[in-house]
Structure formats: C-alpha cells, structure tokens
C-alpha cells in the first residue's frame, strides 16, 4: 500500500485525506455526500497512487451510499472504527476540531492497522443482524399471541394442556381449534384469530430463517465464526435463535 485514505462521512459532506505509508498528509479536501459527489470523490481517489486502501468511519451510517459507490468501482474498502480514530484524534486535540483533520485520523488509523474489516463484510454483517433483530421481533410476538392463546384455553377448556401442553406444532394449533369447534362465544372467536396469527407468524419466521442462512452464507463464513457482538446487543446464544421459531411460550400461571 502507498497511501491511505480516511474518509470522515457526515449527512451532507465527506472529508477525505491522503496519507503516505509514515502517515504524513500529501492532501485533505471535502465532497458533498450525494451522488455527484460521490463520482467526483472517486474521481479523485482514481487520481491518487495506485496501492491505495480507503477507509471509512461510519460505512454504514452516512458513509453507507459512498462505500457501496466504491466497492462497486472495486476499491478496497475498510470500515474503521470510532474506537481506533478516538485515540489518534486525542492525539491532535490541541489542533482543534475540524472533519478534515477527523479524516486525517482515519487515514492515519487505515495506513497503521493491517487487519481493519472489509467494508463489504461488515455491510453483510449488517444485513444479518437485521434479519436476526426482525426474526426476533416475530418470536416475541409470536411468544406474546401464544400466552394469549394459553390464557383463552384456560378459561374455555379447564385442563387442555393434559392433551395441549403447547402450541408449537400445526398438529398442536390443530388440536386447539378443534376443542372450540362449534363454540360461537366472543373468546372462542378471538382464540381463533390467536391460532391464525400465530400460523402466519410461524410461516414470516420460517422466512426470515431462510433468509439468515443465505445471509450467513454471503459472509462467507459460519455461524459460529460470526462474534456475537456483530448480531445483537446484548449477546445472545447463537443457538437460542436458530431454534424453531416461539418455542416454548409458557401457560399463563393459575
């Protein structure tokens, strides 16, 4: 690599600077962030040393259309960390603050460290947990609806959990509907739609499974391989939700 590029993104501008290999600036200029702007931006990088590596703090945030503009153009592409460029930028704090000397910290920070993630991985990553966060959202509803289920069972059929200790299976929701067949009540009715919505519950979270492997698959790695941190805030059990969707929601307690 003969230069750096730190790119510091922000709603409306991108600074960008240049630096060489011993982190010495050879030029700092803005962009605004929008697409025009994100040509002249690699204008402007096509016109800098060939052995180049760009890194951008915040990739996925405001920087999230000009990265995608740069990985498509084949650059190479970093997503650099706050935590990395905090440090640098405490170095320089008497120089004031400014976005462009903000970029120089992360051209800094991508000429010193060798191993910051790709951009395009990270951008995957994203995706994934996403996907994780929205099948999540489904569980819990589906947990939420299930419980309600459980409570009008309880109070329609007095001991169904001996033959219905869950509602889990289609057998299971199958079961449930055929002891308030014929029931015209109003919490028959809204137990009905209960075992319904948690059909169609059952069938977004299978989905949304199909699309978390894909995910996986696209980040070229396993599950397993993927830290935690990546997924979820807090950590969660990597196996807790690849398991079958809603699992186990809970009779209300008598």
């Known amino acids: 690599m003969e230069v750096a590029i730190g790119v510091d993104s922000h709603k409306g501008s991108l600074a960008a600077a240049v630096v060489d290999e011993l982190g010495r600036v050879i030029e700092a200029t803005e962009f605004p962030n929008h697409p025009k702007g994100h040509d002249a931006f690699q204008d402007w990088v096509g016109a800098q040393a060939k052995e180049r590596r760009i890194g951008v703090e915040g990739s996925l945030n405001y920087g999230a259309a000009l990265t995608r503009h740069l990985l498509s153009c084949g650059e190479d592409v970093r997503e650099v960390p706050a935590s990395l460029t905090h440090v640098e930028r405490r170095k320089r704090r008497s120089q004031g603050k400014s976005d462009l000397i903000d ?7 991508v000429a010193r460290e060798e191993d910051l993630p790709s951009a ?25 609806v299930a419980n309600r289920a459980h409570a009008d069972l309880a109070a329609i059929r007095p001991g169904y959990e001996r033959s219905i200790p869950k509602l889990l299976t289609k057998g299971q929701l199958g079961k449930a509907r055929g002891m308030v067949r014929g029931d015209h009540s109003l919490r028959a009715e809204l137990l009905r739609r209960r075992l319904t919505e948690i059909a169609r519950l059952d069938r977004t979270i299978a989905q949304a499974g199909k699309q ?16 935690e941190s990546a997924l979820s805030s807090p950590p969660r059990s990597s196996v807790k939700w690849e398991r079958s969707p809603g699992s186990g929601p809970k009779p209300p307690s008598r």
């Open 120 to 144: 395009r991985r990270t951008a995957l990553l994203a995706d994934l947990k996403l996907l994780v966060d929205y099948r999540d959202q489904l569980a819990r509803s589906r947990t939420q």
């Open 103 to 109: 970029a120089v910290a992360i051209a800094r920070v």
């Open 212 to 227: 978390i492997k894909a995910a996986v698959q696209r980040t070229g790695t396993t599950l397993s391989e993927i830290p």
